[in-house]
Structures are given as C-alpha cells and as structure tokens.
C-alpha cells in the first residue's frame, strides 16, 4: 500500500510516500481503509524528533493517528463494528490507504470522512481538560487559542455543558470564535486588561491552548493556579498550573462528538485538505501554527 513515512527526524522534507506492507488489526483493533486522515500538531513534534525522549520511535515509521474510513478488519473481541461500517478515530501511521485503529465511532449520517478525519485528537482533548479543570455550568472559562482544532472543540462543548466561554484568537478569526458561540478577544500585550473588561467579576477557570507563553496571565485572571490548565507549555507546572498529556477514554469523546454532530451542535470546518503526496505541505502549516479549524490529508 501506499503510506507516508520518514527514516529519520527533521523537518517536513523528510517525509516519504512509499510502499510498505499494509497493517493488520490485533486484539480490540480494527483496520480501515482510509479515506482522510487528520492533521495534528503531535504529527510533526514525533516527526522532528521533538517528542524523542519519551516517545523514542523504530524509523522508518508512519505518521498521523487521526483518520476516518471503511472497516475492513476487525480484531479479536471488537463487537460494536463489522467489516463494511463507517468509522472514526485514532490510531498509528493513519497518513496512508490503509491504518489500524485503536479507539473509534461510528460515523453519523451526513458526516463527511474529511470532517470526520479532524475529529478524534481534538474531541478527545476537549473533553479529557473540561472534565480535568473541573469547571461547572453557569461558569466562565478563558481559552487561549480558540481557533484551532482543540479550541473549536472546547468551545461547543463547554457551550453543550452550559459554561460562558472568553476565547483568544488572531483579529480574523474573532467572528470564527463568536460563531462557535465564545465571546472573543485579541491574544498579545494588554490580554489581561481585555479579559478584566469582558468579565468584571474575573473567570473560574483558563485553558492553554496555544502554548504561547501566557501561564502568569492567565493565574492573573483566574486569581488561582490550580485553576489554569496547559496542553503545550511544559513549564505551567512550575508556577503551580496542570498539564495534561494523556489520552482518556477516546471512543466517549468520539460518541460524544458524533451525537453532537447529529444534533446540528457540533462542527469542525475543515480549513483545507491535502492529498497524501503533499502531507509535508500539510504538516507544514500545522507547525505555523495558524489553522482555523483542521487541515485534514485526503486518501484517493
Ligand atoms: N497535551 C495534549 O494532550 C495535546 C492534545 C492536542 C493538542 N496538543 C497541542 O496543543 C496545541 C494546539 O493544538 P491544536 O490542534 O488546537 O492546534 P491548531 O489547530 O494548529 O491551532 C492553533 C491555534 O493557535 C492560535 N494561536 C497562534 N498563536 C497564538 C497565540 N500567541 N495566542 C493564542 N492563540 C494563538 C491560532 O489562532 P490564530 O490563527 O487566530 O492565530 C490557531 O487557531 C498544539 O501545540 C498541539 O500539539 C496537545
């Protein structure tokens, strides 16, 4: 089959689409034929070599471990699909025609495999860092870096649970944050003073999204630290702020995500899409750091 590898680290001109013996599902997995693949920042830390002290890889190795696509074969013990089923989720080396999955959904009626391709990552994040800082409904939440992938997923879903959210973003992308329902602000110099203005009575909570540096602020506004929550700034818990790194209870999140879907409350657009030959180009604008909504590698 064709795949998108690199034998060694380094940036995005050391991915290869090549030839490689196709996977198999193991116990409690499934393989699908994969029609689009998510992009994710992850992606491209494990393939620079950023992510090699804890995540040390054997190269030649894939890349991705989103993608959405048709069941093709189940594991032993999986119950909940059969071959022929449209599904998503997450797994390993899903930048190519065929991937095993380790967690999945169904796909709901209507739900493109493009969209559904930039779902798993950020749905299950969303949903593993509202539960982890705790906060409850009727309160006010800040997210820095709202735009992307993450972002867009927790804002609908703090909106389903009933939370009032402040999110950050560039000036284009302020009517964006405020059509996922967040009431939005500028990130840079003067964020605290925005922020104050917006809610006098300060926020409850802050999410880290970005990574951009902005730990002290946010313990500003939330007057507490155990209050703020990184995704991609490691030194948060020198100030006495949580980070969260671990995958939890994917396929919830993904269930989640596709009842959402269905109900016309969950959405996230996909900003552009990629064929598997330019998935370097894909990583590329991942790194920059940019992306409204997903960029997502389509499988012909
Ligand atoms: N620890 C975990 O479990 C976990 C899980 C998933 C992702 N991550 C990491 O979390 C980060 C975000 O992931 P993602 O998928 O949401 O990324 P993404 O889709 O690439 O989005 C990044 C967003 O950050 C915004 N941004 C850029 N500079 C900013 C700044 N200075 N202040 C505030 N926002 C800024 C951009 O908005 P504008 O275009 O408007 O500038 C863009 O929408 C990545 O580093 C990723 O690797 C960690």
Redesign the pocket.
């Known amino acids: 089959m064709k795949a998108v590898q690199f034998s060694e680290y380094g940036g995005p001109e050391v991915l290869r689409l090549v030839e490689v013996d196709e996977p198999h599902a193991g116990p409690g997995e499934v393989r699908i034929a994969v029609r689009a693949a998510g992009v994710?920042?992850?992606d491209w830390?494990i393939r620079s070599g950023f992510m090699r002290q804890n995540m040390p890889l054997t190269l030649p190795a894939g890349t991705g471990r989103d993608a959405a696509g048709i069941v093709d074969e189940v594991g032993a013990g999986v119950r909940d699909v059969a071959v022929g089923d449209a599904v998503f989720g997450a797994g390993s080396a899903t930048f190519a025609e065929y991937a095993v999955l380790t967690g999945w959904a169904l796909m709901p009626v209507g739900l493109s495999f493009e969209e559904a391709a930039g779902y798993p990552?950020?749905v299950e994040?969303a949903n593993?860092i509202l539960n982890q800082i705790g906060v409850q409904p009727g309160e006010t939440l800040l997210v820095?870096?709202?735009?992307?992938?993450?972002?867009s997923a927790v804002l609908q879903f703090a909106r389903q649970r009933g939370i009032t959210v402040i999110g950050?973003?560039?000036e284009?992308?302020q009517p964006y944050l405020r059509s996922l329902g967040a009431v939005p602000t500028t990130?840079?110099p003067g964020l605290v003073e925005r922020v104050r203005a917006l809610a006098p009575n300060g926020v409850d909570a802050a999410l880290d999204?970005?990574?951009?540096g902005?730990i002290p602020d946010l313990i500003a506004l939330t007057g507490e630290p155990t209050k703020v929550l990184s995704?991609?700034d490691f030194s948060a818990p020198q100030y006495g702020a949580q980070?969260?790194?671990?995958?939890q209870n994917a396929p919830v999140a993904f269930a989640l995500a596709a009842r959402l879907f269905t109900q016309g409350a969950f959405h996230l657009p996909v900003e552009k899409t990629f064929p598997l030959a330019e998935a370097a180009e894909a990583q590329k604008r991942?790194a920059e750091?940019?992306?409204?909504?997903?960029l997502v590698v389509t499988i012909a």
Do not use: D, E, F, L
């Open positions: 994710n920042g992850i830390k990552v950020p994040t593993r820095s870096g709202a735009a992307g992938g993450v972002g950050t973003a560039s284009r992308n990130y840079g999204i970005a990574g951009s902005v995704i991609a980070v969260s790194s671990n995958s991942s750091g940019h992306v409204t909504g997903r």
